[in-house]
């Protein structure tokens, strides 16, 4: 198993986000082996000796870099991985830079980029991302470019190099991530620093999502049959309770239904997973009171372990935990949950998935004390390194091309590839089939990763269909969650 270390920066204005990068990055890590992450600033000389490799990314523009760690920087042979920042301290410190690695730093290259090109795919990246991406007056032919840069006119330039054990990243791919993004790329090099004899291999999977109590048997029937008939393994999202407390689709009359008084539904959920289906239990309520959060107080709408608003513009406001948050509050939710399934005479799921993937620390630990997997999206708060007192005004938001062990300590099962969205909701736009399927092309370059989505129960199931098949036909094999 290897190990990590993790160096990160802390200073200035911004320096706060230098704790979250380190949690993306130790996430990834976790694939590989343990991990360490430490603020750059308490380096040791020596410190990365214990170690497989080392990844600092430099966030914080001339975070003061100790001469020890540029030191053994420049002295080992491990892999050391360096995205983004002060580069230049390192090039300073070694006057023979250029000519031992071959490559020399211009400055930021601020051109509106849409594209990286890596591994034969056409990577995305959000163009109005402004922060630059490093260039250079010097690539030396010692050098291996291994991904570039496109700028809108057509032009290219490196995005990541790598000379002797350094590979260099010219700007931080934990920002502005989407599905198909550049940060892939930066998830598969990891590959090269931790384990350089991974075999490729491409594994997919689907999970049915939303069902509760007054989800359509049928359709949850006929979803079943087609994923059999295609001996597609795939999971599927339940939350037991069913609550419209508003009356939003029951004209105005409040509603409530308890999966034990759902015969037919649990007749469906039993049918499911006699077709190879994984049950998923996707919180209580999928909602969190008799008030909006953000939407209509509607299970599977509304968010249910965190506290979020809505702008005029469908933006969200992540608010931060909910008033009763606690272990104790958190606790009983999940317990709840488990009774209505064993009430219905349902065994207690093994994987949980926060609704709309959103709770707050203590709810992800609550979790992880629970159930030994989660099957999502995760978000992730400052304070869980530095200092242990979270700030739920800082956060940052995660997605896995590969099985992880984050930091709240729950093994993560990867979704990466979003849902099918035929008709917008909300802040969700349309996605359709053609979009997953991109993406899971672009995720081809993760030479062990997964194209990893999931489908509303009550789309169309032509889209689910149309989805399954151009998946297939880039060569994944789809896999069951419980073999993870």
Same mark, same amino acid.
């Given at each position: 198993?290897?190990?990590?270390?993790?160096?990160?920066d802390?200073?200035?204005?911004w320096?706060?986000?230098?704790?979250?990068?380190?949690?993306?990055?130790?996430? /990834?890590?976790?694939?590989? +082996?343990s991990?360490?992450?430490?603020?750059?600033?308490?380096?040791?000389?020596?410190? /990365?000796?214990?170690?497989?490799?080392?990844?600092?990314?430099?966030?914080?523009?001339?975070e003061?870099?100790?001469?020890?760690?540029?030191?053994?920087v420049?002295? $080992?042979?491990?892999?050391?991985?360096?995205?983004y920042?002060?580069?230049?301290?390192?090039?300073?410190?070694?006057?023979?830079?250029?000519t031992?690695?071959?490559?020399?730093?211009?400055?930021?290259?601020?051109?509106?980029?849409?594209?990286?090109?890596?591994?034969?795919?056409q990577?995305?990246?959000?163009? /109005?991302?402004?922060?630059?991406?490093?260039?250079?007056?010097t690539v030396?032919?010692?050098?291996?470019?291994?991904?570039?840069?496109?700028?809108?006119?057509?032009?290219?330039?490196?995005?990541?190099?790598?000379?002797?054990?350094?590979?260099?990243?010219?700007?931080?791919?934990?920002?502005?991530?989407?599905?198909?993004?550049?940060?892939?790329?930066?998830?598969?090099?990891?590959?090269?620093?931790?384990?350089?004899?991974?075999?490729?291999?491409?594994?997919?999977?689907?999970?049915?999502? =939303?069902?509760?109590?007054?989800?359509?048997?049928t359709?949850?029937?006929?979803?079943?049959?087609y994923?059999?008939?295609?001996?597609?393994?795939?999971?599927?999202?339940?939350?037991?309770?069913?609550?419209?407390?508003?009356?939003?689709?029951?004209? +105005?009359?409040?509603?409530?239904?308890?999966?034990?008084?759902?015969? $037919?539904v649990?007749?469906a959920?039993?049918?499911?997973?006699?077709?190879? +289906?994984?049950?998923?239990?996707?919180?209580?309520?999928?909602?969190?009171?008799?008030?909006?959060?953000?939407?209509?107080?509607?299970?599977?709408?509304?968010?249910?372990?965190?506290?979020?608003?809505?702008?005029?513009?469908?933006t969200?406001?992540?608010?931060?935990?909910?008033s009763?948050?606690?272990?104790a509050?958190?606790?009983?939710?999940?317990?709840?949950?488990?009774?209505?399934?064993?009430?219905?005479?349902?065994?207690?799921?093994?994987?949980?998935?926060?609704?709309?993937?959103?709770?707050?620390?203590?709810?992800?630990?609550?979790?992880?004390?629970?159930?030994?997997?989660?099957?999502?999206?995760?978000?992730?708060?400052?304070?869980?390194f530095s200092?242990?007192?979270? =700030?739920? $005004?800082?956060?940052?938001?995660?997605?896995f091309?590969?099985?992880?062990? =984050?930091?709240?300590?729950?093994?993560?099962?990867?979704?990466?590839?979003?849902?099918?969205?035929?008709?917008?909701?909300?802040q969700?736009?349309?996605?359709?089939?053609?979009?997953?399927?991109?993406?899971?092309?672009?995720?081809?370059?993760?030479? =062990?990763?997964?194209?990893?989505?999931?489908?509303?129960?009550d789309?169309d199931?032509?889209? /689910?269909?149309? $989805?399954?098949?151009?998946?297939?036909?880039?060569?994944?094999?789809?896999?069951?969650?419980?073999?993870?």
């Amino acid at each position: 198993m290897s190990t990590t270390l993790v160096l990160y920066d802390t200073t200035g204005e911004w320096g706060w986000l230098g704790e979250l990068y380190a949690m993306m990055v130790a996430n /990834l890590a976790s694939h590989f +082996g343990s991990w360490t992450a430490l603020p750059v600033a308490s380096y040791t000389a020596g410190k /990365l000796n214990a170690y497989t490799a080392v990844v600092y990314i430099g966030s914080t523009y001339g975070e003061p870099l100790p001469s020890a760690f540029l030191n053994d920087v420049l002295a $080992t042979t491990k892999p050391v991985i360096w995205a983004y920042d002060n580069i230049w301290q390192l090039v300073s410190y070694s006057p023979s830079f250029s000519t031992t690695y071959g490559w020399m730093w211009s400055g930021f290259d601020t051109s509106s980029v849409a594209q990286v090109n890596y591994k034969g795919q056409q990577l995305k990246r959000y163009a /109005l991302n402004a922060g630059g991406i490093m260039n250079y007056s010097t690539v030396g032919s010692s050098v291996t470019v291994l991904a570039n840069a496109v700028r809108s006119d057509g032009s290219t330039f490196p995005w990541a190099l790598r000379s002797k054990n350094l590979t260099y990243i010219g700007e931080n791919p934990l920002q502005y991530i989407s599905e198909g993004d550049r940060y892939i790329a930066f998830c598969d090099l990891l590959f090269d620093a931790l384990a350089p004899t991974t075999a490729t291999r491409h594994r997919a999977m689907v999970r049915i999502e =939303d069902i509760n109590p007054a989800s359509d048997p049928t359709q949850l029937r006929s979803i079943a049959d087609y994923l059999a008939s295609e001996n597609v393994r795939f999971g599927f999202g339940v939350s037991p309770v069913y609550q419209d407390p508003l009356g939003t689709y029951n004209g +105005g009359v409040a509603e409530a239904i308890q999966l034990r008084n759902a015969p $037919t539904v649990i007749s469906a959920l039993q049918y499911l997973q006699s077709k190879g +289906g994984v049950m998923i239990e996707h919180g209580w309520t999928h909602q969190y009171a008799n008030v909006p959060n953000a939407y209509n107080a509607v299970s599977g709408d509304d968010f249910e372990f965190y506290r979020v608003t809505e702008n005029s513009d469908h933006t969200l406001n992540y608010q931060g935990p909910v008033s009763e948050d606690s272990t104790a509050w958190t606790t009983n939710r999940i317990n709840s949950a488990g009774r209505e399934f064993r009430a219905s005479g349902l065994v207690v799921p093994t994987i949980f998935e926060f609704p709309h993937y959103s709770g707050s620390a203590v709810d992800a630990q609550v979790v992880a004390q629970a159930f030994p997997t989660r099957y999502e999206r995760t978000l992730y708060f400052s304070g869980l390194f530095s200092n242990g007192n979270i =700030d739920y $005004t800082r956060l940052a938001g995660q997605y896995f091309p590969y099985v992880v062990r =984050d930091v709240y300590g729950s093994k993560v099962l990867p979704e990466n590839l979003g849902s099918i969205e035929p008709d917008p909701f909300f802040q969700f736009p349309t996605r359709f089939p053609a979009d997953i399927i991109a993406d899971a092309q672009r995720n081809l370059v993760v030479r =062990d990763g997964f194209a990893s989505f999931f489908n509303y129960w009550d789309n169309d199931i032509s889209y /689910l269909k149309t $989805t399954i098949q151009g998946i297939k036909s880039l060569g994944y094999t789809f896999v069951s969650p419980s073999s993870l």
